[in-house]
């Protein structure tokens, strides 16, 4: 009976640790995880600290099939292209560690960052450890930065995911803009709405 009880409890922590929601970092928080080394579409291995410019940091949780990623294309390189005009660190990461195999392997990454013309970096997080330590659900979603490493906003890239032609604020954007002129971020979360992340 007691060896039962006992054998049963590693199983039982596991489907606990299962079951408690993740939950993105708040406002104000320091990039989690700045030392972690991730390989770029390049080849390179980067943390988020050597992307981080004195301007501040975008981060993105991306992948390559999301019908949602797909949707956003053009957005996202038109905001990407944006933060990096104004001298921000730019970092689109794919977490779908479960797609790994499949539509999201390195290779496949590799091709759609050309596709696309990323200027900017793609990494890969190797089992979902920097979406696990943002608490990113989604594909696409966003996080800045400050120039202090502090978070200012979370959340989509503009107020309408589904419809390009229907959105009448670009959140993100104006985020970056608020920032860099050093004012308070009029809105600092949004609702991020696209595909689950991919996680083991």
């Not at 956003?72 to 390189?77: A, E, I, L, P, S």
């Not at 900017?120 to 696990?132: F, G, I, P, R, T």
Request: one cysteine or more.
């Amino acid at each position: 009976m007691n060896k039962k009880f006992f054998s049963l409890l590693p199983v039982t922590g596991l489907m606990l640790l299962a079951s408690i929601p993740i939950e993105p970092i708040d406002l104000g928080s320091s990039i989690p995880k700045p030392d972690l080394k991730m390989k770029d579409v390049s080849g390179k291995e980067l943390s988020l600290k050597d992307i981080k410019t004195s301007k501040g940091l975008l981060v993105m949780f991306s992948c390559n099939t999301c019908p949602y990623v797909i949707k956003n294309q053009t957005r996202t390189y038109e905001v990407c292209k944006y933060a990096q005009g104004k001298g921000i660190g730019v970092a689109l990461i794919n977490s779908n560690e479960a797609k790994r195999n499949d539509d999201d392997s390195y290779e496949k990454m590799q091709a759609y960052a050309k596709e696309q013309a990323y200027a900017w970096y793609y990494l890969v997080d190797k089992n979902s450890e920097l979406a696990d330590a943002f608490g990113a659900k989604r594909t696409p979603e966003c996080f800045l930065f400050d120039g202090n490493g502090k978070l200012v906003y979370h959340g989509a890239i503009d107020d309408n995911p589904s419809n390009a032609d229907a959105v009448t604020r670009k959140h993100l954007m104006i985020a970056i803009d608020e920032m860099l002129a050093g004012k308070d971020i009029e809105v600092k979360k949004t609702k991020s709405v696209g595909c689950t992340i991919k996680r083991l």
